[in-house]
């Protein structure tokens, strides 16, 4: 067996969760020094795309309990093929399992900022929706399919449309991201867009099976995002008609398997007390 160097981590309890984010510097907001451009214009509407769902999933391969929410997201996806899509967001406080898997990303643990605080894992966020109206918004495994079936019966105020085109000799990816919005919305609007990756082979722990399971199919894996992680505004009058393009491109690192990679689109609403996501988007490389 490949020896492997675990990381010694001092596993708290639940209720030290809170302080190990805990820190006495003061943080500023965070800024974003992207300067991603794009077109826009009116036209006719377009007819409406169906609904798809959002799921992004705070998890970690060493959390005992995250693979009860991969294995809930999974179903949802097979129940409604082509209406759920997942980002598995690896920011678990024990996190990465082994130095040489790190399923972790920056964005990540800022999304965990943003959207938290988040008290346990796994923490599921369904189209970023609050749906017990009580401040706190990710749900438990339990209620995934629940809640994925009342967003489907939705509909949304925007199409989203990706495009990408991947040279494998150079293994560059240009993406080009459309948004069409089909009725009026008065909110204001993010796109976000990220690549994610499927049937990363990496350690996990699991209670279901008493402990670690070293070859662990990990799936939706974030890698990045091509926009800012809080998105790109959507700043004009956003009316039935209204479209926008916003290309990007990015070399991928030769240790990612671009035939198990996706692009995400989601729009979302960038309120303080409304950051719902309206539609979602992915594309295979």
């Given amino acids: 067996m490949m020896n492997r160097t675990r990381i010694n981590v001092l596993m708290l309890s639940v209720a030290l969760l809170p302080f190990a984010f805990s820190s006495c510097d003061e943080v500023g907001p965070t800024i974003d020094l992207t300067d991603t451009e794009y077109e826009t214009g009116v036209g006719t509407p377009e007819t409406p795309q169906n609904k798809v769902v959002l799921i992004e999933d705070f998890t970690g391969a060493a959390c005992p309990n995250c693979p009860d929410a991969h294995i809930a997201i999974s179903d949802a996806i097979s129940a409604h093929p082509g209406r759920v899509t997942a980002i598995a967001e690896y920011n678990y406080f024990a996190d990465p ?38 401040g706190y918004i990710p749900e438990v495994p339990a209620n995934i399919a629940s809640y994925v079936n009342d967003q489907l019966a939705l509909s949304s105020p925007c199409n989203i449309e990706i495009t990408p085109t991947f040279d494998a000799a150079t293994r560059n990816l240009h993406v080009l991201v459309k948004v069409a919005y089909t009725s009026d919305v008065t909110n204001v609007n993010h796109l976000s867009v990220a690549l994610v990756e499927s049937g990363i082979i990496a350690a996990q722990i699991d209670d279901n099976v008493g402990g670690e399971v070293e070859d662990y199919v990990h799936n939706h894996v974030l890698r990045k995002f091509l926009s800012f992680y809080l998105g790109e505004a959507l700043p004009e009058e956003n009316v039935a008609g209204r479209w926008y393009t916003f290309e990007y491109d990015y070399t991928l690192p030769d240790t990612w398997n671009a035939d198990n990679m996706a692009v995400i689109g989601f729009v979302h609403n960038f309120e303080t007390e409304n950051k719902t996501v309206i539609q979602a988007a992915e594309a295979d490389l």
């Fill in 97 to 134: 399992l082994y130095i040489e898997q790190n399923l972790t990303t920056t964005e990540s643990y800022q999304l965990d900022d943003y959207m938290g605080p988040v008290v346990g894992w796994p923490a599921s966020f369904i189209d970023r929706t609050d749906f017990e109206a009580d």
